[in-house]
C-alpha cells in the first residue's frame, strides 16, 4: 500500500464477468481495481494472479467491455467505510447506499457515499488528552438513533498512541478531525469519526473470546426452549424451499433480544427484502418501543444483482457487526443465504477453470465457510466491556438434500443446527423446525446450563431434555402404530403418542402471523413448557383407543387458545381453568 | 437487424464447435451481435484478439472462411405501443406477417431494479380457481411456476390465468412450444377477444434451442416498457423454463464448462434469478407479474432445474390427477404461494389465513388415513370422515374447474367443516367459530 504510483494495467480477455487484465506494475491477491469502459468505472476485485496477468472480477456487467481497455489498481482491499449513521441504511454488498442511488433502475459503475460526510453528530468525549490508547480504544461518544455510537482508535494503528489533544463536547461532522494521537515514534494520527477496514480480515482489538454462555432470547420457541442460541453463538438454517426459511429468519430479526440487526440478503429475492424494507419502520421492538428499522442495518445483494457483489456481501456485513461488537453492543448478523454466496464462489472458480471438488463446488468451501463462522462470537474488550456477534446462516441444499458440500461444510462449524423438514413443511406444523434432528451444543455448555437454571427455573434443563424425550418416544410409536394398526397396539401407544403431538402442537407449532403467538417471552416459555409436561406426565384412564384421539385433540385446541391469549389475561386464564377441568375428566387420581 | 455504418468482416474462423465458433478479431465488445453467414451470434468470451461466438442457430454447414460481421450491439428490441397483438420470433422480428415495429431500440436483458426502488407487491390476483385463490393466493409482482409433469392440462391453467388476471398486458414467451401448443393459446387468446392485449415471443420446437435464450429477455424488455413506461399491469407467461435450462446446459457444455448438479452449468441459479427477478411492483403503479411453467421429469422436484427455480420463484403450482374425484386439482400439500401472506386476510375476509390452514390439515388427515385404509387397518370414526371430507374438499374447492370468488370459497369451506367435524377438531381461533361456525 506504500507506492506512490498506482498499477495500471490493459484488458487482455474477457469471460463474462471474469476479466484478465495484464498489470504494468504490482498486484496483490484481492487487490481492488477500477476498469475504464467507455467513461464508466467498474470496480472488480484480482482473485488470481499469473505474471503479470491479473485475473479479476467484475461487480458489475461487462457488456460492451472491449479488449485494450485501461484499468487501474488501487493498492487496497476492498473495503468498508465504518462511523456514525451505518444504522437503519439500505447498502448494496459493496456498501454503496442503494437510498441516494438515482433512478429506478441499476446502472453500472454507479458507486454511492455510504454516509452523509457533512452530517453533524452530538460528540461526547471519553477519554482526555495524555491518556494511552491501541487501536479499538474509545475515544469518544455520538448519539446514533439511540445507541451510544463509539469513536473508536482506528483499527488500522499499530502500536500504542498518546492523545496529544481530543475535542471537547460539542457538534461536529463525521469528516472532522475530533483527536490527534502520537505515535511512538511521534508520528501524529489525526482521527475523525470514520475509518476504513478491510471486509475480508476479521477486526481484532478485544482481549479474549470466552464460550458464549447467555441465552439470546428469540421468541420462537422451539429455538428458545428446545435448542437455544447463546449470544455469541453461531447456528445455521438448512431448509428445502418452501418450508419457511425465510419467515423463520424474519421473526428472528424482528424479535431476537438483541441491540442491533445486521441482515445480509445475499443472492435471495428482492421482493423479501422490500418486506424488510416496507415492513421494519413500521414495526415497534417490543423491548425498547422504537421502530425496528432504527436497529436494522440491511446488506441487499438480491439474486439479480452483480454474482461478484454477493460474496462480497455477507463480509461487508461481518465488518459492520465487528465495528458495532467493538462498542459493546450485541450484535445479530443474519445470512440468507449462504449457499448463494458458495455459488458465487463457484461461479468464479469454474470461470478460472480451477479443478472442482464436490458437487462442482471449490475445493476450499470448507475453509472459507470455516473461517467466516469463526469471527462471530462474544468478545470481552479492553475496557471491561463485552460485546457479541450472534450469526445465524441458511443453507438452501440443493434438492432438499443435507449431503451437499455447504451444508456439511456449515454443520463442522455451526454449534446450532435447525433443520428444516419437507414434511412438516407440507403438514403446515411451522416453524418447520425437525425437533429430532434439531440440535444446539450450547445446551452442554455448563455455563448456560447454569444461567438457564438461574434465569428462567431451576432444573430447566431436565425439562427440555425431558420434552425432547416424550417427543421421540412419540415418534417412535408412531411408526410402530402405523406398522401395526391402531387396534394392533396397546392404549399406552396411542397415550405415548397424543403426549408428544401436545408438545408438538403447543410448545413446537407457532403462529408467526399471530399477533400474540409470534412472540413468546421466555417467562410465558416457562410456564408453557411446565404446564405441557404436567399433562405428559398425568396417568389417563380410557377404556378404548377410539377416545384418545378427540380427548387430547380437546386439549391441545384449549392449549392453542392459551397461545393466542394475551399472557394472564382473562381469557388465559379462563382457557387455563378449562384445560384443568379437561385433565380432571379422565386423570387417574 | 440492420447493420449501420462502416463495419469490419472478418473471415479468418479458427475453431467450430456444435454451438460456437471463434474467429480473430479486434475492439469487439462483449455480449455483441454478430453475424456469421448471415446467422446471429453473440459474443461469449473475449480472449486476447479472439472471439468466440455462440451462434443461435447452430454451426452446421458454417465453413472456417465464414464471414462475420459484428453490429457494435447486444441484442435489442423496438419498443413502443405497436408491440401489442403481434407475434414475435426469438430476435424479436414479427412472425405474424405483419410489418416491422417502429420505436425506440432497447437493450434486452438490462440492469435490475434497485431493491429499494420496488413496492412490495399488494394487489391480489383474482383466478376463480380456489386451489389458487384460497391456499395459494397470486399477488401482482410476484413469480410462480407450475411444476407440472408434460402430461398435465398446465398450458390450459395457465391460459385460463391469465384471461382472468384483467391485466393490461399478457406477454408470452414461448421455449420449445409446440406448434400445437403455440396455436392453442394463438385461439384461446382469440375466442376471448383478447388478441389486442397479447404480445408473444415464441420459439417452437421447430427452430433451434439455443435461439430460446433469448426468449426470456424479448419477453421481460416488452413487459418492462409496458410496466414502467406505461405502468400498465403486465403478466408474463414463460413456458417452458425447463427447455430454457437445458439450452442454457448446451451452450456451457460447448464451451468447456465444468458442469455442476445434473449436468446443468454452475451459474444455473443466476441465470434463472435474473429472469424470475423482473418481475415487480413499481411505486408508480405497473407490475410485471410472471407466471412460469418448470416439466417435471416424473415428478422430481430435486432436479437441479425445478429445485434452483424453487429457490427463485415465490412459490410454486403443483397439478394433480385426484382419481378419487377424477378431475385435476391444484395440490395443497406442495403448492405453495409465497406472497399470499400479504393479501389473505386483509384484502380478503379475516378468517381467510386460518380457515385455509385448517382445510389443509384436515386433508393431511384424510392423507394419512388413506395410508391406514391401503394398509389394510380400520380406520376410526374420524378417518371416515377426514376421508368424506377430503372427497368434498378435493370436489368443491380444490378442483381446476370451480370458478367461483374467495368469499364463497370461505363459505364453502365453513360448511363442510360443519358438515364433517367437530369445534374442536378444527381448532381455529374461538372468534372465528363464533362468527362462521354454520348454524342448523
Not at chain 1, 23 to 31: H, L
Not at chain 1, 126 to 131: E, I, N, Q, S, V
Not at chain 1, 286 to 311: D, F, H, Q, Y
Not at chain 2, 49 to 76: D, H, M, R, W, Y
Request: aromatic residues 10%.
Amino acid at each position: 500500500m506504500e507506492e506512490n504510483k498506482l498499477t495500471t494495467g490493459t484488458v487482455t480477455g474477457i469471460i463474462a464477468n471474469l476479466v484478465i487484465v495484464e498489470a504494468d506494475g504490482p498486484v496483490s491477491q484481492n487487490e481492488i481495481c477500477f476498469i475504464n469502459l467507455a467513461g464508466v468505472r467498474m470496480m472488480a476485485e484480482v482473485i488470481k494472479v499469473l505474471g503479470n496477468k491479473a485475473y479479476t472480477q467484475v461487480f458489475e456487467s461487462t457488456r460492451g467491455l472491449k479488449v485494450g481497455e485501461t484499468a487501474e489498481f488501487m493498492g487496497h482491499m476492498l473495503e468498508v467505510t465504518l462511523g456514525p449513521g451505518i444504522l437503519s441504511k439500505n447498502f448494496d454488498g459493496l456498501q454503496n447506499n442503494l437510498d441516494t442511488m438515482k433512478g429506478t433502475f441499476l446502472r453500472r459503475g454507479e458507486y454511492t457515499d455510504a454516509f452523509d460526510y457533512d452530517q453533524a453528530w452530538d460528540f461526547t468525549p471519553l477519554a482526555k488528552a495524555g491518556d494511552i490508547v491501541v487501536a479499538g480504544d474509545w475515544l469518544g461518544e455520538v448519539k446514533e438513533n439511540w445507541i451510544g455510537h463509539k469513536i473508536m482508535v482506528p483499527f488500522k494503528l499499530e502500536g500504542k498512541f498518546t492523545i496529544k489533544s481530543i475535542n471537547g463536547a460539542g457538534t461536529y461532522k463525521a469528516s472532522d478531525t475530533i483527536a490527534i494521537l502520537t505515535g511512538e515514534s511521534d508520528e501524529e494520527v489525526k482521527v475523525t469519526m470514520l475509518q476504513k477496514w478491510p471486509v475480508k480480515i476479521p477486526i481484532k482489538g478485544y482481549v479474549d473470546k470466552p464460550r458464549p454462555f447467555r441465552l439470546m432470547e428469540t421468541g420462537v420457541r422451539i429455538i428458545d426452549t428446545m435448542n437455544p442460541m447463546a449470544e455469541g453463538g453461531t447456528g445455521f438454517i438448512p431448509g428445502p424451499f418452501g418450508s419457511g426459511k425465510t419467515v423463520l429468519q424474519h421473526a428472528l430479526s424482528k424479535q431476537a433480544e438483541a441491540d442491533l440487526i445486521i441482515m445480509a440478503a445475499c443472492g435471495e429475492r428482492a421482493n423479501e427484502v422490500v418486506e424488510i424494507f416496507t415492513e421494519f419502520p413500521e414495526l415497534e421492538d417490543p423491548r425498547t418501543g422504537r421502530k425496528l428499522m432504527e436497529r436494522t442495518t440491511i446488506i441487499a445483494n438480491t439474486s439479480n444483482m452483480p454474482v461478484a457483489a454477493r460474496e462480497a456481501s455477507v463480509y461487508t456485513a461481518m465488518t459492520i457487526g465487528e465495528y458495532y461488537r467493538a462498542m459493546g453492543l450485541k450484535v445479530l448478523l443474519l445470512a440468507d443465504s449462504t449457499s448463494r454466496w458458495a455459488q458465487a464462489l463457484r461461479e468464479m472458480s469454474n470461470r478460472m477453470e480451477e479443478l472442482p471438488g464436490p458437487d462442482a463446488f471449490p475445493m476450499d468451501l470448507p475453509a472459507i465457510i470455516s473461517s467466516f463462522y469463526a469471527r462471530a462470537g462474544y468478545v470481552n474488550l479492553r475496557n471491561g466491556a463485552a460485546g457479541s456477534i450472534t450469526f445465524i446462516g441458511t443453507v438452501s441444499p440443493a434438492g432438499g438434500n443435507l449431503k451437499e458440500p455447504v451444508t456439511e461444510s456449515t454443520k463442522k462449524v455451526a454449534r446450532c443446527f435447525y433443520a428444516l423438514s419437507q414434511q412438516r413443511a407440507d403438514s403446515k406444523r411451522y416453524p418447520a423446525v425437525d425437533p429430532i434432528d434439531s440440535y444446539s451444543k450450547y445446551l452442554e455448555y455448563p455455563e448456560l446450563q447454569e444461567y438457564l437454571a438461574e434465569h428462567i427455573t431451576p432444573g430447566w434443563l431436565d425439562k427440555v431434555l425431558d420434552a425432547r424425550n416424550i417427543l421421540l418416544r412419540g415418534r417412535e410409536v408412531y411408526e410402530q402404530i402405523n406398522i401395526l394398526g391402531d387396534d394392533g397396539v396397546p392404549i399406552d401407544y396411542h397415550l405415548r403418542y397424543w403426549k408428544s403431538e401436545v408438545i408438538d402442537f403447543v410448545i413446537l407449532q407457532q403462529d408467526a402471523f399471530d399477533d400474540i403467538d409470534a412472540s413468546t417471552p421466555i417467562e410465558r416459555q416457562r410456564k408453557m413448557l411446565i404446564k405441557v409436561l404436567e399433562v405428559c406426565h398425568t396417568d389417563f384412564d380410557f377404556e378404548s383407543f377410539e377416545a384418545v384421539n378427540p380427548y387430547f385433540k380437546r386439549i391441545i385446541n384449549v392449549f392453542k387458545q392459551m397461545n393466542y391469549s394475551e399472557y394472564e389475561s382473562e381469557d388465559f386464564n379462563k382457557y387455563e381453568a378449562e384445560l384443568e377441568a379437561i385433565i380432571n375428566e379422565r386423570k387417574v387420581a | 437487424m440492420q447493420t449501420s455504418g462502416f463495419k469490419k468482416i472478418y473471415t479468418k474462423v479458427t475453431q467450430i464447435t456444435k454451438a460456437t465458433c471463434s474467429i480473430q478479431a479486434t475492439g469487439i465488445g462483449y455480449d455483441e451481435l454478430a453475424t456469421v453467414n448471415g446467422r446471429l451470434a453473440q459474443v461469449v468470451k473475449i480472449q486476447g484478439n479472439i472471439v468466440t461466438l455462440q451462434i443461435f442457430s447452430g454451426t452446421e454447414g458454417i465453413p472456417n472462411n465464414a464471414e462475420v460481421i459484428f453490429t457494435g450491439k447486444p441484442p435489442a428490441l423496438h419498443v413502443s405501443d405497436e408491440l401489442a397483438g403481434r407475434f414475435f420470433d426469438a430476435y424479436g422480428d414479427p412472425i405474424d406477417g405483419g410489418p416491422d415495429v417502429q420505436g425506440e431500440l432497447r437493450e434486452i436483458g438490462g440492469p435490475s431494479v434497485n431493491p429499494v426502488r420496488r413496492k412490495q407487491p399488494s394487489e391480489l390476483i383474482a383466478t376463480g380457481i380456489a386451489g389458487i385463490d384460497l391456499n395459494n393466493t397470486l399477488v401482482t409482482g410476484q413469480k410462480i411456476p407450475f411444476f407440472a409433469d408434460p402430461d398435465q392440462p398446465f398450458n390450459q391453467v395457465m391460459a385460463m390465468v391469465a384471461l382472468r388476471a384483467k391485466a393490461d398486458k399478457i406477454i408470452l414467451g414461448g421455449m420449445g412450444l409446440t406448434n400445437d401448443d403455440y396455436l392453442y393459446y394463438k385461439q384461446v387468446f382469440d375466442n376471448a377477444g383478447a388478441l389486442d392485449r397479447i404480445i408473444s415471443f415464441v420459439n417452437t420446437t421447430e427452430n433451434p434451442p439455443v435461439e430460446r435464450l433469448l426468449v426470456p429477455d424479448m419477453a421481460l424488455t416488452a413487459a418492462e416498457y409496458f410496466a414502467f413506461d406505461k405502468k400498465q399491469t403486465v403478466l408474463v407467461l414463460l413456458t417452458d423454463m425447463t427447455l430454457y435450462a437445458d439450452a442454457l446446459s448446451i451452450v456451457s457444455n460447448r464451451m468447456d464448462q465444468i458442469p455442476s448438479k445434473d449436468s446443468m452449468p454452475g451459474s444455473l441459479y443466476s441465470d434463472l434469478a435474473k429472469i424470475y427477478e423482473k418481475a415487480v411492483q413499481f411505486p408508480e403503479g405497473g407490475s410485471i407479474t410472471i407466471i412460469a411453467v418448470t416439466t417435471l421429469s416424473g415428478g422430481d422436484i430435486t432436479h437441479a432445474i425445478p429445485d434452483n427455480t424453487g429457490y427463485i420463484t415465490e412459490g410454486q403450482l403443483f397439478l394433480r390427477r385426484d382419481s378419487d374425484i377424477g378431475k385435476v386439482i391444484v395440490d395443497p400439500f406442495r403448492s405453495l404461494s409465497r406472497l399470499k401472506q400479504l393479501v389473505i386476510g386483509t384484502q380478503t375476509r379475516a378468517d381467510h389465513p386460518q380457515v385455509m390452514n385448517a382445510a389443509v390439515r384436515l386433508y393431511a388427515d384424510a392423507a394419512n388415513a388413506k395410508t391406514k385404509l391401503e394398509n389394510g387397518f380400520d380406520l376410526t370414526d374420524y378417518d371416515e370422515r377426514t376421508l368424506a371430507f377430503a372427497k368434498d374438499y378435493s370436489n368443491d374447492l380444490l378442483a381446476i374447474d370451480v370458478n367461483i370468488d374467495t368469499t364463497a370459497m370461505l363459505d364453502k369451506a365453513w360448511e363442510l367443516f360443519g358438515k364433517h367435524f367437530t369445534k374442536a377438531e378444527v381448532g381455529i381461533k374461538q372468534e372465528f367459530v363464533d362468527q362462521y361456525w354454520p348454524k342448523d
